[in-house]
Structures are given as structure tokens and as C-alpha cells.
């Protein structure tokens, strides 16, 4: 008698059947998300199903095809190496699902809720026109909103939280995400004509004398005005960190320092006179937003959501 080899999955018994087995739209798309997000809990949100149902249906798929798809332990979810196999076929079939119902249907309607996160900044110049846009042509697709900072969006994606999410463009991609430019926006130093900077352009030394406002630690901006104000002879660099947008710009309106930020986020309150553009002797970068979503059963929704954001952002 043979040995067994060194690991060993068990065969779940299955009817016998001279049919092969038929499987469940459902049960596919369940596995998918659980095998993406190693957590049934989290599936569970993903498919709208609760926890005992997302697990019944995995149970369902297993007996059917006669393999074990999952290790399960109290603390995590693995597939084996069959469930390894078959997550790359649900991918296919998934997204040919989704070709198919656009193909054969001829229309592009889009029906269910989509959980977007959305970053300060695009709520202060775009998102009020997609919002409508998208009302427009999908008139049965319900969008939720959710603002929130860019880092903890990027974990509601992956995790299952967030279905997509409009945030800064990360310079390391994920494998588990989807990510994608949706424009760009010019960055500069604004101020108070109140605060009474001067002329000319800024220099490290003339910023060193003031606080800087901008983004948090990790950021572009933040990175660069820690750098070009690290001068010895100068003044120790001042830098207010915040995620939130309107605070940036409180802060910036009620003369507390200078802000580095977006300035399409600021043109209302340059048009109005009480934020001015200050030039500086450093070249500042484009702030660049992206699009990020789990490349999975919704892609159809996620395309069409992603080309409309490119239109609107234009």
C-alpha cells in the first residue's frame, strides 16, 4: 500500500451523480470574497449575506465538488491548494460573467449599492458633479458615501469595508487592489495677504520663519517641505499636520501659517481675495488622486464608475 503524501486534503463525499455538478452563481462569488479577504465575517458585508450563510454556502460548493476549498482555523482562513485552483477560475468566470450580461443585454444600467470613500479634497472640488452624474445614468445604483482619510479608505478596501474608493495615488501598488489615476491638481503655497509674507519668491529660510500647514507624516508634500526646511542655519521647521482639508484651510485663512495644499481646493477663497498663491523657490509636484477597488465580482460597477470620475474630474 502506497504512503500518503506529507500533506493531505480530504475528499468531502459527494453524491454519486453521472452529471458533473452545476454550480451556484452565489456560492461562487461567496468563495471569491472569502478567498480574497481570508474572513467569512468580511465576505459576509462584501455579498450583503450574513456569516452562517456566506459558511453554508461554502459548505454547499465544497460537497459539490468533492474537495476541501479552505483551511479553517479560530483565527484565519486559507485555501488549499484546490481552492488556489479554483479562485483563479472564479476570477475568469466572474469577470466573463459580467462581459457577458453587458454583451447580451446591450445595455449599461448598473443596479445595487456601491460603499465609496471619498478624500477631503475632491469633496471641495468634484464630487458633487459625479454625484449627479451618476444619479443621471445609473438612476438604480445607490452610492454611500463615507469621507475619510487616505490611509484608513486603503484598509477599507482590502478589507472588505469600502467597495471603491476616490483617495491619494499610493507610490507602491497592491497586489490585492486595483488602482488607478483620476487626475491631477496643481500644488502651491497659499497665504493670508494678512500675514504679511513679503515679496518675492519663498525661500527655505523666509518658510523657516513661519508654520507650515499640509498633509500628515508620509505624504508628499509633508516629505519635501521636512527636507528643504532641514537647513542648520535656519529656524527649527514648524510643520501642522492634518488630514482634513478644512482645517488646512482654517488655519491658512486665519493666519497661522502658510499652507501647502491643492489649489483647486482653494480657489473660492482666492477668488473671494482672503488666500493668495505665494511662489517659492522650490518646485512643487502635482497632487495626484487614484481610484483603488478589489479586482473581483463587481468590475462591471467599478469601470463605470472609474471612466465617469475621469470625465468629471477633467
Known amino acids: 500500500m502506497e504512503a500518503c503524501p506529507t500533506v493531505c486534503y480530504p475528499r468531502i463525499a459527494r453524491a454519486e451523480s453521472q452529471e ?46 468533492g474537495v476541501t476549498l479552505f483551511e479553517r482555523t479560530t483565527r484565519s482562513v486559507q ?22 450580461l453587458t454583451t447580451v443585454t446591450g445595455s449599461d444600467s448598473l443596479v445595487g449599492t456601491v460603499r465609496l470613500g471619498v478624500a477631503e479634497t475632491i469633496v471641495h472640488t468634484w464630487l458633487t458633479d459625479f454625484l449627479e452624474s451618476a444619479h443621471h445614468r445609473y438612476p438604480d445604483l445607490v452610492i454611500d458615501i463615507s469621507v475619510d482619510i487616505t490611509p484608513a479608505m486603503r484598509h477599507a478596501v482590502a478589507d472588505g469595508v469600502l467597495d ?26 497659499v497665504a493670508s495677504p494678512d500675514l504679511r509674507i513679503g515679496p518675492g519668491p519663498l525661500t527655505a529660510e523666509a518658510l523657516s520663519r513661519h508654520p507650515v500647514i499640509t498633509l500628515p507624516k508620509g505624504t508628499y508634500p509633508y516629505t519635501l517641505l521636512r527636507d528643504w526646511l532641514a537647513v542648520p542655519d535656519n529656524h527649527p521647521p514648524r510643520i501642522f499636520a492634518t488630514w482634513s482639508m478644512s482645517t488646512i484651510i482654517k488655519m491658512a485663512v486665519d493666519c497661522i501659517g502658510i499652507a ?14 482672503i488666500l493668495e498663491i505665494k511662489e517659492a523657490e522650490i ?23 472609474t471612466r465617469l470620475a475621469k470625465q468629471v474630474a477633467r
Open 20 to 65: 458533473p455538478p452545476l454550480l451556484n452563481l452565489n456560492s461562487l462569488e461567496t468563495f471569491y470574497w472569502v478567498a480574497k479577504l481570508n474572513s467569512f465575517h468580511k465576505a459576509a458585508s462584501k455579498v450583503h449575506a450574513t456569516q452562517p450563510a456566506v459558511s453554508h454556502r461554502i459548505a454547499a460548493l465544497e460537497k459539490d465538488l
Open 79 to 100: 485555501l488549499t491548494p484546490r481552492g488556489r485552483a479554483l479562485l483563479e477560475y472564479a476570477e475568469r468566470f466572474l469577470r466573463l460573467h459580467a462581459e457577458m
Open 164 to 189: 471603491m474608493a476616490f483617495l491619494l495615488a499610493s507610490p507602491q501598488q497592491s497586489d490585492a487592489l486595483i488602482e488607478k489615476e483620476l487626475c491631477r491638481y496643481n500644488l502651491n503655497f
Open 260 to 273: 501647502v495644499i491643492p489649489t483647486a481646493a482653494v480657489e473660492q477663497e482666492i477668488e473671494q481675495g
Open 283 to 305: 518646485e512643487l509636484q502635482d497632487f495626484v488622486f487614484a481610484v483603488t477597488y478589489a479586482d473581483g465580482a463587481d468590475l462591471r460597477i467599478h469601470d463605470a464608475l
